[in-house]
């Protein structure tokens, strides 16, 4: 299991071949390749690493073949194995699944700053920015960014740094969550769909694995897979969990994993002799 997940096409090959649905993509090893690959898949696409993780070399939203190229290159850079995919609709999603269970689900959102209908995102990020400096350095998160990269993204939905959004509007400043990023995370364990959970936990026993993250790609994971064409992205075998679980109690992983409650008796004898 830990190698079939290693590989995100052999994943989906499996995946697919058990009936579970994943995104439809192509593997190729050229520019050219990748060209006849999302002409036939259609615009837009996705480019990544078959072999990565932690959404390196990744490319969203690709739409014409320049972008492709240079999405190509990034991947290329760092990975032989280049798949090019349909693009879903929807924000990904990670399913913990542990003993059989679904422990909690979380929804990644992108790096990102609120409006107060007075400030201009530049002011919202260097403000960002101060409330994470005066933090423990454990505590504080990634930099909220005002690069290039960001201003791209601000361009993609009309903004730039200038612009001073409402009150409760958001200004994403990196496409996509990413460990190299950061970005946040919404708990909405209570709200997944029972077929949603039984997909997650069906996909982890196919795979053998007892723990494993399942990033789940919907447009809303309150609604059952079938019904809003949601699809499994990738499984991760060795899930960081770390960040979500301090929104569950710390004794369910143990829960899930141990017959009984958890508890190992331990004798104590003190004294001589």
């Not at 400043?173 to 949603?196: C, F, K, M, S, Y």
């Not at 959970?197 to 919907?218: H, P, S």
Request: hydrophobic share 45%; glycine share 8%; net charge neutral.
């Amino acid at each position: 299991g830990a190698r079939i997940c290693h590989d995100k096409s052999t994943t989906a090959r499996v995946l697919r071949a058990a009936g579970l649905p994943c995104a439809e993509h192509r593997l190729v090893n050229s520019q050219d390749a990748a060209r006849t690959a999302a002409q036939r898949l259609g615009w837009p696409v996705v480019v990544k690493p078959a072999d990565r993780e932690r959404s390196r070399g990744v490319t969203i939203g690709i739409t014409d073949e320049a972008a492709l190229l240079d999405a190509y290159d990034k991947a290329r850079a760092i990975s032989r194995q280049i798949l090019v995919e349909r693009h879903v609709a929807g924000t990904c999603h990670r399913i913990l699944v542990a003993g059989g269970r679904v422990l909690y689900a979380v929804k990644r959102l992108p790096k990102r700053v609120r409006g107060n209908g007075r400030d201009s995102v530049a002011t919202l990020i260097e403000a960002a920015n101060a409330r994470q400096a005066a933090l423990p350095p454990w505590q504080r998160l990634k930099p909220f960014p005002a690069d290039p990269d960001a201003v791209e993204c601000l361009a993609a939905d009309g903004l730039t740094l200038a612009s001073v959004l409402a009150e409760g509007q958001f200004a994403y400043l990196r496409p996509l969550a990413a460990p190299e990023w950061g970005g946040e995370i919404e708990d909405l364990t209570t709200q997944v769909h029972p077929a949603n959970a039984e997909l997650a936990i069906a996909a982890t026993r196919l795979l053998g694995l007892t723990v494993a993250g399942v990033d789940f790609i919907t447009t809303d994971i309150a609604q059952p897979w079938h019904a809003n064409g949601a699809v499994i992205n990738e499984i991760n075998f060795n899930p960081q969990f770390s960040v979500a679980a301090r929104k569950i109690d710390e004794t369910s992983m143990i829960e899930a994993l141990v017959d009984g409650d958890g508890r190992i008796p331990v004798h104590l004898v003190t004294g001589s002799g």
